[in-house]
């Protein structure tokens, strides 16, 4: 009912930026948080950052000050811009949202298919 794709990832050297992208797609009456989560090998998931839908923002401390979260609610999009970028943020990101389908009640979180971001030189 509900498809998130994630799309950006890539190979970057430490110190750069990378821009990942993820849309939402299909029977959505509304759409409360979009968020960022990673997952490194041999480690837990994580949440990177998360936006409601009246833009309110949260970050783990791990990437305070250099990762920033923004979204576009007419297009059911949600970015990460990420800077300096750094070799331990090397990582499969997940986008999710907590999203109200037609005719049901209630959120439901839909994940995305992940999308790897690796930063080496």
């Known amino acids: 009912q509900v498809q998130l794709v994630e799309s950006g990832g890539g190979l970057v050297q430490p110190g750069k930026s990378l821009t990942l992208s993820c849309v939402a797609s299909?029977?959505?009456?509304?759409?409360?948080?979009m968020a960022w989560s990673r997952q490194a090998p041999g480690k837990q998931r994580e949440v990177v950052a998360t936006?409601?839908?009246?833009?309110?923002?949260n970050y783990g401390d791990s990437v305070k000050g250099r990762f920033t979260i923004s979204r576009d609610n007419a297009k059911n999009t949600v970015y990460l811009q990420m800077n300096s970028l750094k070799p331990e943020d090397t990582a499969v990101y997940y986008c999710?949202?907590?999203?109200?389908?037609?005719?049901?009640?209630?959120?439901?979180?839909?994940w995305g298919q992940g999308t790897q971001v690796t930063v080496s030189s």
């Open positions: 999710y949202s907590d999203v109200v389908v037609y005719g049901s009640r209630g959120f439901v979180r839909y």
């Open positions: 936006v409601t839908s009246g833009g309110s923002t």
């Open positions: 299909g029977s959505i009456s509304r759409i409360n948080t």
